[in-house]
Nanobody, 119 residues
Framework: QVQLVESGGGLVQTGGSLRLSCIVSGRTLTTYAMGWFRQAPGKEREFVATIRWDGGSTYYTDSVKGRFTISRDKAKNTVFLQMNSLKPEDTAVYYC????????????WGQGTQVTVSS
């Protein structure tokens, strides 16, 4: 079992920055990939970014490339999402998730943290 706890959300003005954190516990993560997703009001949850725990390869959705950076600190079992140049359309609940690299679906999810970008 993998437990995920997000933090770092809040209210920020357009152009501002936030860093989300996700503390991971319960399992050795060498065979896992970590992801960040978001869900805006009235919209479906969408993929934002992913990182392989072992190796650190990353992938981003087009709308956040060049603005967001996903990273992980193995010693602290923590995944980060650094968000710069935030836009009102980035407003959403952000979720941390984990999946085994031999599976397509993310099987473990955090409770979410609200990010609100004011115009």
């Amino acid at each position: 079992q993998v437990q995920l706890v997000e933090s770092g959300g809040g209210l920020v003005q357009t152009g501002g920055s936030l860093r989300l954190s996700c503390i991971v516990s319960g399992r050795t993560l060498t065979t896992y990939a970590m992801g960040w997703f978001r869900q805006a009001p009235g919209k479906e949850r969408e993929f934002v970014a992913t990182i392989r725990w072992d190796g650190g390869s990353t992938y981003y959705t087009d709308s956040v490339k060049g603005r967001f950076t996903i990273s992980r600190d193995k010693a602290k079992n923590t995944v980060f999402l650094q968000m710069n140049s935030l836009k009102p359309e980035d407003t959403a609940v952000y979720y941390c998730a984990a999946r085994r690299i031999d599976q397509n679906a993310y099987g473990y999810w955090g409770q979410g943290t609200q990010v609100t970008v004011s115009s």
